[in-house]
């Protein structure tokens, strides 16, 4: 192979990183794949940093000692999740996407790659301190945005389900109650999926009495699992208490009415705000 150029191996480098967040790579490992010098990756690395740093485009963080190495964090500044989520607010309110029972037609936010891989960075982002073993949601809207999630903590993904999978094996089932209907469901998860001891972040799509939510923290219990938390894209206004406490979610939903008329307003989270 010609020698290559050291913006070549920097791109290289930065393609690599950026495509698999959160999973460390050992400096031997560039090293050998550039056939450079462990000096030479060292400063290619720290250009990188400053890079990225300077346009806000997240951060490669060094590891030091025998196990080290080097890895890429998405990070999302509270400043610029406010503005991506106020415009997506803005977008959402008014009357067109409102459906009945008080919900909101946003199908075409979560299938979105590129939106729902934003929001899964801000939310991960939140996250990192709390260092979750892998991601939790329930089947099917919310998968999008909590895949994006777990790609951006660099963990697995795991799905909750109503009903089990013969081609997954046993599993555990339990009942709970629906927040949005009060009726009783059930929630079904392979009994090999997680293990004993790890911690969850659960992730979903939409947040309104809290009944879901509260199924898969009494799914991980019976796991012998830690929450660490639980991050929604939206939540409703009413009702004001849920079954579940401590969430943080993206959006916050509120249905005005006036007569016969509807209309939603569609808030960035006051944590967002601070």
């Known amino acids: 192979m010609d020698k290559i150029r050291r913006n070549e191996r920097m791109s290289a480098m930065l ?9 460390q790579l050992t400096l031997s490992y560039f090293c050998d794949l550039f056939g450079a010098a462990k000096s030479t990756m060292s400063e290619d690395i720290d250009l990188l940093c400053n890079t990225l740093r300077s346009f806000e485009l997240g951060e490669i963080q060094t590891l030091t000692g025998a196990a080290g190495g080097v890895f890429y964090r998405p990070s999302v500044r509270d400043e ?9 607010c803005r977008q959402l309110s008014g009357t067109e996407r409102l459906l009945p029972g008080g919900f909101l037609y946003y199908s075409d936010i979560l299938s979105s790659p590129q939106m729902t891989q934003r929001m899964g960075e801000i939310i991960a982002t939140q996250y ?3 260092a979750p073993d892998f ?3 329930m089947e099917t809207k919310g998968i999008p945005v ?11 993904l795991v799905i909750a389900r109503h009903t089990s999978k013969v081609y997954e094996g046993p599993a555990v089932n339990i009942n709970y109650v629906s927040g949005s209907s009060g009726s009783i ?3 079904s998860l392979a009994r090999r999926a997680v293990q004993e001891g790890q911690k969850a972040l659960i992730v ?16 991980m219990r019976e796991f012998h699992v830690q929450v660490v938390g639980a991050a929604f894209v939206m939540e409703t206004d009413d009702p004001p208490k849920k079954r579940i406490a401590g969430e943080k979610a993206l959006m916050r939903l509120r249905i005005h009415r006036e007569g016969d008329e509807e209309w939603a307003e569609v808030t960035p989270a006051e944590w967002l705000m601070k």
């Open 135 to 137: 991601v939790l949601t």
């Open 146 to 156: 909590a895949l994006m999630t777990a790609r951006a903590l660099g963990v697995p």
């Open 204 to 219: 979903d799509d939409f947040l309104k009495g809290g009944g879901t939510a509260r199924g898969m923290v009494e799914l």
């Open 128 to 130: 990192y301190g709390m």
């Open 15 to 23: 393609k690599i990183l950026t495509d698999q967040p959160n999973h």
């Open 80 to 88: 610029q999740a406010a503005a991506y989520i106020g415009e997506l």
């Open 185 to 187: 469901q059930t929630m």
